[in-house]
């Protein structure tokens, strides 16, 4: 063995994580080693503290200390505009713009006949509820233009089509900074279905 | 490493890494193929959205003799956009996909049953779904793959079958069975209408196949008796199947 052990045990834990190969496992090992006590002390806390504290909101699944989250609990937004996303990561994607007033529901995954995940596999029936219960008028579809994402959309306006709530999704468009000549035809058959008055 | 050219459909892909994907091919040259495409995940990808699932598309790939090839370039032939926003019909293309991969081995030639995959696809895409093209297409992706029950003989006892009567699948047999030997196994009863649907749909032109329709009694017996027979050769439940009995 070339390494003590718990310089190994630590090796091995960074390696679990994504993107990160033995050689950088090795290197933050490494750091770690040479870090003050107390700087150790803290990012250990920091990461337990991540794990008992951190909770997802019982009404929109988002990750949250306090529960019902910030903005389920937030009056000034708008709780009649439910925008749906596939995890927490998206969440946060549309929640950076600022300039989005409604609400979340994360659904913690997205429908993929081809692995067997089913409606009953990600957080649908919640949805269901959720909109049945309380006055919802429109219903944002933000899950990703791919298979399982379009599957997902699909599946939930399906859904919610009988009960005449207004079901809206992104506009799928050119990237900003790109150029039209490099964009692949599909992107641009949308943007051109998707256009906007000037 | 040579490099290929081939057309393909998209059968399947799965993520690699932080920003690649191992796309599942399928070429009538060469059958079902795996390979690497690096980036693929990226939003300013060369791949753009070729490789999604259900793109019918054209690539050149260096060919690695362990058999997961490298992806050099894709070019769009068609996307089937008007399968993407009907959940029937992306079910169904999904069931479809979904099947050839499961009854194909890596590598092995079928352009039959590559022009069977790319056919109902199109019709899909261009027309209203109907249930009945997946059962014609189980029972001639069987066929084109040698796996097809035979309707002629008994499985048991080989004596000729009588289709003035109803007979029985038994999966147990992998086949058909005369009221006789079916007597004490048991299995799906099958009619008349639903063996010469099943004769019609193996012999009859691709073009033709909007002309053949089946009873709810017929589609039922039809659809078991295919699902039983697939889950017979492949061993497997097939995950799409499920999600398309739900819908
Ligand atoms: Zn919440
Ligand atoms: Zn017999």
Do not use: W
């Amino acid at each position: 063995m070339i390494y003590s052990e718990s310089l190994q045990e630590l090796i091995k834990e960074f390696k679990k994580m994504p993107g990160i190969g033995e050689k950088n496992a090795q290197r933050l090992a490494f750091y770690v080693l040479q870090i003050s006590n107390e700087q150790a002390q803290k990012l250990s806390m920091a990461i337990i503290n991540l794990k008992t504290r951190i909770r997802y909101c019982s009404i929109c699944s988002n990750l949250t200390e306090v529960d019902p989250c910030a903005i389920c609990h937030n009056p000034s937004r708008d709780h009649s505009l439910i925008c749906v996303v596939e995890d927490p990561k998206a969440l946060i994607a549309i929640e950076k713009t600022g300039q989005y007033k409604g609400v979340y529901h994360v659904l913690m995954g997205t429908l993929s006949p081809l692995d067997n995940i089913g409606p009953d596999d990600i957080r649908i029936k919640e949805l269901m509820t959720r909109v049945e219960k309380n006055d919802v008028k429109e219903v944002i579809m933000g899950t990703s233009p791919n298979m399982e994402g379009e599957t997902t959309s699909l599946y939930i306006a399906r859904l919610l089509s009988p009960l005449g709530i207004k079901i809206t999704r992104l506009a799928r468009g050119v990237p900003i900074g790109t150029d039209i000549e490099y964009a692949d035809e599909i992107t641009l058959l949308n943007a051109l279905e998707g256009r906007t008055k000037f | 490493m040579p490099l290929q050219e081939t057309q393909a459909l998209v059968l399947r892909t799965d993520n690699l890494g932080e920003a690649d994907k191992i796309v599942t091919l399928f070429s009538p040259q060469t059958g079902k193929i795996k390979g690497v495409a690096n980036g693929a995940r990226r939003p300013k990808s060369r791949f753009g959205s070729s490789l999604e699932v259900l793109s019918y598309i054209r690539v050149v790939y260096f060919a690695q003799p362990k058999g997961l090839h490298r992806l050099n370039q894709t070019d769009l032939v068609d996307y089937f956009p008007k399968i993407r926003v009907e959940l029937p019909k992306l079910a169904a293309a999904l069931y479809l996909v979904d099947l050839v991969n499961s009854l194909t081995e890596q590598e092995d030639s079928n352009p039959d049953l590559f022009n069977l995959l790319l056919y109902n696809l199109k019709i899909i895409n261009q027309g209203n779904f109907e249930p009945v093209l997946l059962r014609i297409f189980e029972i001639r992706a069987l066929t084109v793959l040698g796996f097809a029950p035979q309707f002629e003989k008994c499985t048991i006892c080989k004596k000729r079958l009588d289709f003035l009567q109803k007979n029985v699948y038994n999966i147990l047999c992998g086949g058909i069975l005369c009221l006789e030997c079916a007597k004490d196994k048991g299995g799906i009863s099958l009619s008349c209408g639903s063996i010469n649907f099943l004769k019609q749909a193996v012999k009859i032109d691709l073009d033709k196949i909007g002309r053949l329709k089946l009873s709810a009694n017929q589609a039922q017996e039809v659809k078991q008796l295919l699902h039983q027979h697939i889950l017979y050769n492949i061993k497997q439940e097939i995950n799409s199947y499920r999600f398309l009995e739900k819908l």
